[in-house]
């Protein structure tokens, strides 16, 4: 079974500029969320994906936008970046929507700095 | 005040000893708690999930829930210098699969 696998493993971008990040999903799940995780702070909720869809969305802009793929792979496109955006993007699949004991796998994370 | 706080580290302990770790919620509607760790430049893993109130035990580790007073408590018995980690709560109102609200996360060193 292969786990959650996220690309690349570090970025460096300058303010203004626009990154995309990716994600796989673990076998056998078609759910994809995404989290951004601030230098000593918990991972905070950005959106999660389901069956190519956006299925709830956290408290950030409309900048932070994704999408996900028939695979259930996915991308997490953020534009005009700030300084702030510095942080680590984790991506988190998770099996069929509806049987809420189904848990989130997290992937390792894409460690973003914006200077 | 946030959503879900979490005790303040970093949190020091010998070999041997009973680790306790807790966090407090303010939203009444969490019916979904975990537990999370993380290794320094990994991401999160799934420790210990429990729905709704009550206590669970997996090996070494102790999930507890408390609905009425919203806080929730993770032991660890009989630490290893393998459990050095950062241990994160997470709550959710509709499902493990949903959106999860974590807590701030803390910083556990066992010393051999």
């Known amino acids: 079974e292969t786990g959650v696998t996220q690309s690349p493993t570090h970025l460096i971008k300058t303010r203004g500029q626009q990154v995309t990040l990716r994600c796989s999903s673990q076998?056998?799940?078609?759910?994809v969320s995404w989290y951004q995780q601030a230098l000593g702070q918990g991972p905070q909720f950005i959106f999660q994906?389901?069956?190519?869809?956006?299925?709830g969305r956290g408290n950030f802009p409309p900048r932070f936008s994704g999408l996900q793929f028939p695979n259930y792979s996915s991308e997490l496109n953020v534009n005009a970046l700030e300084l702030d955006d510095s942080a680590l993007y984790l991506c988190?699949?998770?099996?069929?929507?509806?049987?809420?004991?189904?848990?989130?796998?997290f992937g390792p994370g894409t460690r973003l700095t914006v200077l | 005040q946030k959503e879900v706080e979490q005790d303040p580290g970093p949190l020091s302990v010998p070999e041997g000893a009973i680790v306790s770790l807790n966090c407090t919620y303010s939203?009444?509607?969490?019916?979904?708690f975990m537990w999370y760790r993380q290794y320094s430049r990994k991401g999160p893993e799934l420790l210990m999930y429990?729905?709704?109130?009550g206590n669970k035990e997996d090996g070494r580790f102790t999930a507890q829930v408390d609905k009425s007073s919203k806080y929730i408590s993770l032991f660890i018995r009989d630490s290893q210098p393998s459990d050095s980690a950062t241990y994160l709560c997470?709550?959710?109102?509709?499902?493990?699969?949903?959106?999860?609200?974590f807590g701030k996360g803390i910083t556990l060193s066992v010393r051999p």
């Open positions: 994906y389901y069956r190519e869809e956006e299925n």
């Open positions: 997470a709550m959710s109102r509709t499902g493990a699969n949903s959106k999860l609200t």
């Open positions: 076998s056998g799940h078609n759910t």
């Open positions: 429990t729905y709704s109130s």
């Open positions: 988190a699949s998770s099996s069929t929507m509806g049987q809420s004991t189904d848990t989130q796998y």
């Open positions: 939203n009444s509607a969490f019916q979904y």
